[in-house]
C-alpha cells in the first residue's frame, strides 16, 4: 500500500533497501542507459518510439533503465527501489499521481522487469504488462536492446488503446456500443458522445 512504511506481508522498506543497496543512481529519462549498450542510432530509434507512445497518451511518462544490476540484488526489490529512488518521477508525482511505467533492464541477466506508478496500477496491472514483457522477450535473448525497448513500447501503446477501449463500458459511463460507434464515425459522434457525460 502506498501508505505504509514497509510491506505488511515481508517487511520490505525502502529503508531498509536504501542500507542494502547503498546510494541510488540518479537516472535521467526516457532511457538512462548506465550499461552503455546502445549506440548512438539505436538510442534515437528507441527514444523515438517511446516519444510517439507519451504523444499518444501524455498522461503517463515511460521509463527504460539499461543497466548491470548488481548480482546479490534480487531483481524485484532492486527495481521497486530503483523505481522509487532513481529520480525518474519528479517530487511532485507522488502516490496516486505517479504515472510512470519503468522497464528494468538487466544487461548482466538480459532479464528484464517492468513497474508502473501507483496512479496507474489501477490500469494497467499484471496481465497486460506481462505482454509487454514477453514482447521483448525475443529481442533481448538476442542482446538487441533497442529493438527489445521498441516492442515493449510498442506493445504499452497497445494495450493502452485496448485499456482505452474498455474503461467507459467498465465505469458504466455509455453502453460499448454508443462509444465504439463514436469512435468509428470521427468528431461528430464524439460531441455526442461527450453529451452523454
Known amino acids: 500500500m502506498e501508505t505504509d ?10 529503508e531498509l533497501a536504501d542500507r542494502t543497496f547503498g546510494i541510488a543512481p540518479a537516472l535521467q529519462g526516457p532511457i538512462a542507459d548506465t550499461a ?12 523515438h ?14 521509463a527504460v533503465v539499461l543497466m548491470d544490476v548488481p548480482q546479490q540484488a ?21 502516490g496516486g499521481e505517479n504515472r510512470l511505467v519503468m ?14 506508478g501507483y496512479g496507474l496500477e489501477p490500469f494497467l496491472q499484471e496481465v497486460p504488462l506481462q505482454s509487454c514483457l514477453q514482447a ?4 533481448l535473448r538476442r542482446k538487441r536492446y533497442a529493438q527489445a525497448i521498441e516492442s515493449f513500447a510498442r506493445e504499452l501503446d497497445r494495450q493502452l488503446v485496448e485499456m482505452c477501449r474498455l474503461l467507459p463500458k467498465q465505469f458504466g459511463l455509455v453502453e460499448e456500443s454508443l462509444w465504439l460507434n463514436a469512435c468509428a464515425a470521427g468528431e461528430e459522434a464524439l460531441g ?6
Open 5 to 14: 512504511a514497509a510491506c505488511r506481508q515481508c517487511g520490505f522498506s525502502l
Open 36 to 47: 552503455g549498450v546502445l549506440g548512438p542510432l539505436a538510442h534515437r530509434r528507441a527514444l
Open 49 to 62: 518510439v517511446i516519444e510517439d507512445v507519451e504523444r499518444r497518451f501524455p498522461q503517463l511518462g515511460v
Open 74 to 94: 534480487p531483481l524485484v526489490p532492486y527495481a521497486f527501489w530503483l523505481f522509487n529512488r532513481g529520480s525518474l518521477s519528479s517530487a511532485v508525482e507522488k
Open 103 to 116: 522497464l528494468l533492464v538487466d544487461t548482466g541477466s538480459d532479464q528484464a522487469i517492468t513497474m508502473v
Open 136 to 139: 521483448a522477450e525475443q529481442p
Open 192 to 197: 455526442m458522445a461527450e453529451n452523454l457525460y
